[in-house]
C-alpha cells in the first residue's frame, strides 16, 4: 500500500475520533445518554488510546518502509549507473575487438600478398636461374667446340711443322751433304 493511504486513513481516523469526541458521539456515532454528550467513558478512551497506538506503529511501520524504499531507490540508482557503466566498457571493448578483427583480416591479406608476391619472385627466380643454367651450358658447349677446334688445328700445325721440321731436316741434311762433296762437272 502507499504512503498516502496509511497516512489519510490514519490522519482520518484520528480526525473522525476528534469529531466524535467533540459532538459527544460514541463510538458507533451514538450520544452517550447522561454524561452531557461531550465526554468520553473510560472504554472509548482506551479505545483511542489503542488507536492512537496503532496510528503510532503504523506510522513507524510507514516510515521504516519510506526509508527503505529510499534506499533501495539510491542502490537501483548506483546499479543503474554501474549498468550504463559496464554497458560503454563492454561496447568498447566489442569496438576494440572489433577494430582488433578487422586490423588481423587487413594483415592477413597483406600477408596472403606477400606470400603470392615471394611465390612469384621464386618462380622468377627459378626462370632466371634456368635461363641462366641454359646460356652457361650453350656457352660452355661453345667453348669446347671452339677448344676442339683449336686442338685439331694446333695438332694440323704439329703435324704441319713436323711434317716441315722433318722436309727442313731433310733438305738441310741433303744439302749439307752436297755441298760437302766436290762435285766434278
Do not use: W
Not at 78 to 96: C, F, K, M, Y
Request: hydrophobic share 35%; with cysteine; charged share 30%.
Amino acid at each position: 500500500m502507499s504512503a498516502s493511504v496509511f497516512r489519510s486513513s490514519s490522519a482520518n481516523l484520528i480526525k473522525s475520533a476528534s469529531a466524535m469526541s467533540r459532538s459527544g458521539l460514541g463510538e458507533l456515532g451514538f450520544a452517550y445518554p447522561g454524561f452531557g454528550g461531550a465526554t468520553m467513558s473510560v472504554a472509548d478512551l482506551g479505545s483511542l488510546t489503542r488507536l492512537e497506538d496503532k496510528i503510532r506503529l503504523l506510522q513507524d511501520d510507514l516510515e521504516s518502509e519510506r526509508e527503505l524504499r529510499n534506499r533501495i531507490e539510491r542502490e537501483r540508482a548506483d546499479l543503474s549507473v554501474q549498468l550504463i557503466n559496464l554497458t560503454d566498457r563492454l561496447e568498447d571493448a566489442e569496438g576494440s575487438t572489433d577494430a582488433q578483427i578487422e586490423a588481423n583480416r587487413k594483415r592477413e591479406g597483406e600477408l596472403a600478398k606477400l606470400r603470392k608476391l615471394l611465390e612469384d619472385a621464386q618462380v622468377e627466380n627459378e626462370d632466371s636461374m634456368n635461363i641462366l643454367r641454359k646460356k652457361h651450358q650453350e656457352a660452355l658447349l661453345d667453348y669446347q667446340q671452339q677448344i676442339e677446334g683449336l686442338q685439331k688445328k694446333n695438332t694440323k700445325y704439329i703435324a704441319s711443322y713436323l711434317t716441315h721440321a722433318h722436309v727442313s731436316e731433310a733438305f738441310s741434311s741433303f744439302c749439307y751433304t752436297y755441298l760437302k762433296k766436290p762435285h766434278t762437272t
